[in-house]
């Protein structure tokens, strides 16, 4: 497919915007300045003629690019989130282009002890000869996502450009917040009016992941008994204490995110806060069932509870709260999404791998709220650090991907 790509050129502007999320914001979006790559991606959009581009007052971002075939094909819309994650400084990110790769460990330029090695990064076997973008060492890339956004962006350009290529209705969704899970909150899937969709936010060139993790958080309130610790004897039981004991009681070798792998569940502490008198403990728990995640939790109270014991005088409130569940369950009830996506792959000149994903994306969210979505490759790396990067051929692959797919559902339609 000849597309005039200018996928690696919006990357590279989009990652200079600072879009970090918060966590501990309660606005939507969580920082204002997520709204900046809001508004130039609402810019670029009109400015290719898709007139209906705009960006809503919490920062989410619709566009339509409309039918041009007579038949009657479902509305796709492809989705990737605007901000990154808290895990590392998002603000002057410098992009570094390491041409036609030689295959070496890759120093980064600004921090020396920041390396991108082949050996923690095998990937990077697969880029001989490829283009490969990175940080300077002192920030996060931002890849994850902008790799994603660049991709539909560069896409929708190519369709807007190239009337003769039939396709359906597409919906384009640009969400906020997605790394602290609050992507999918506030996005309006009716005024969307897409009946399928696709996030693009997947790693490995030519994946596609129709399964995520099911996902509960955890609150564990430990209410202890606060004296003068001058007179504490036979009194005071602290709650930082019996806190640090269930997190010192989790086992060590299973059930956590360092020791298990592929479908294993975990039990993952995330925060500890508090004093004497009352600590918050906060989990996440990760399973690739419903049964799993049950078993996960039970496992977790029945910890606390055999803790608390030898605290007589102390309490403690265990609240679950649902996060997302493993979108599985809604994609295998239409096949031909995940099919699609196969096929599209193929035609970009890539095997395709169908995975699942240890984690969630927004479309975890909404296949539950009535849009199926499996998660398309962005060719994203080693996310969250300053290690991350992506191959401009790979972004190319995606770009391909998204404009196989809008074909491949016009030409399965009636």
């Known amino acids: ?25 309660p606005t939507c979006p969580s920082t204002e300045k997520q709204k900046d790559l809001g508004r130039l991606l609402v810019k670029e959009l009109q400015e290719m003629g898709i007139k209906d581009a705009h960006m809503d007052e919490n920062g989410y971002v619709y566009a339509t690019i409309e039918s041009n075939t007579t038949k009657k094909v479902p509305v796709i819309c492809f989705c990737s989130h605007m901000d990154t994650s808290p895990d590392s400084s998002g603000t002057n990110v410098n992009p570094q282009l390491h041409t036609k790769y030689d295959g070496r460990d890759i120093q980064l330029k600004n921090d020396k002890t920041q390396v991108i090695r082949v050996s923690e990064h095998p990937s990077l076997l697969k880029q001989i000869g490829n283009d490969i973008i990175t940080t300077d060492g002192t920030t996060l890339l931002g890849a994850d996502n902008k ?24 919906k384009i969704l640009f969400t906020p917040d997605e790394e602290i899970g609050r992507g999918a909150d506030k996005a309006d899937l009716k005024k969307l009016g897409a009946d399928f969709g696709y996030t693009i936010d997947g790693e490995e060139l030519g994946h596609i992941e129709n399964e995520t993790f099911s996902a509960d958080g955890v609150t564990i309130t430990i209410h202890g008994v606060s004296t003068h610790p001058g007179f504490a004897k036979n009194k005071m039981e602290s709650a930082i204490k019996i806190a640090s004991e269930i997190v010192a009681a989790l086992p060590k070798d299973t059930m956590s995110p360092e020791s ?109 709220m009535g849009l199926p979505c499996p998660n398309i490759f962005a060719g994203e790396h080693a996310f969250h650090s300053k290690l991350e990067w992506v191959s401009v051929q790979d972004m190319e692959k995606a770009v391909e991907t998204i404009v196989n797919l809008a074909m491949i559902w016009e030409e399965n339609s009636k």
């Open 260 to 368: 298990t792998e592929k479908k294993e569940p975990f039990v993952h502490p995330v925060s500890i806060s508090g004093g004497i008198e009352k600590t918050v403990l906060q989990f996440i728990i990760r399973a690739f069932d419903d049964e799993s995640l049950k078993t996960q939790e039970d496992f977790l109270k029945a910890l606390v509870t055999k803790v608390i014991a030898g605290y007589p005088k102390s309490t403690f409130g265990f609240e679950v709260k649902e996060q997302y569940r493993n979108m599985r369950k809604v994609l295998d009830k239409n096949p031909e999404i995940v099919s699609y996506a196969l096929e599209a792959i193929k035609r970009a000149g890539v095997e395709p791998v169908l995975s699942s994903i240890r984690g969630g994306t927004d479309g975890s969210r909404f296949s539950y």
């Open 147 to 170: 790799a994603g956004v660049a991709e539909i962006m560069d896409a929708a350009n190519h369709l807007m450009a190239n009337p003769q290529i039939k396709h359906g209705t597409i």
């Open 1 to 25: 497919m000849a597309i005039k790509h200018t996928v690696t050129e919006r990357f590279l502007n989009y990652v200079k915007i600072d879009t970090q999320s918060d966590p501990n914001s």
